[in-house]
């Protein structure tokens, strides 16, 4: 999660910095910044000023957000294989 952050430019870095900023002060937070995807994912929205859409996957861990899992998003629907690898993040967290 870490690099793919560091490799965005700078501008995309903040706005995605502000919301997950803005979910954590205001948890618990809905529609449109955040949204659950099952299985005690949730996601966070952000456009970006490039014009391109970044989603955060992350969870509720010990009363704390945890990022699990960033892409930006090309298609309407998010992919089984970003889900699948927070899924994944989460269970080793939870170890």
């Known amino acids: 999660m870490r690099d793919w952050l560091k490799d965005l430019p700078e501008a995309e870095r903040r ?9 954590q002060w205001r948890w618990p937070v809905g529609m449109p910044l955040c949204r659950p995807m099952g299985s005690g994912l949730l996601e966070i929205r952000t456009d970006l000023p490039t ?5 955060v996957l992350l969870c509720l861990y010990r009363e704390h957000l945890v990022a699990l899992h960033g892409f930006i998003k090309k298609t309407r629907t998010t992919m089984d294989e970003d889900l699948e690898l927070a899924r994944k993040r989460r269970k080793e967290l939870e170890r």
């Open 51 to 55: 014009k391109r859409t970044a989603r």
């Open 15 to 23: 706005a995605i910095g502000k919301d997950l900023l803005r979910a």
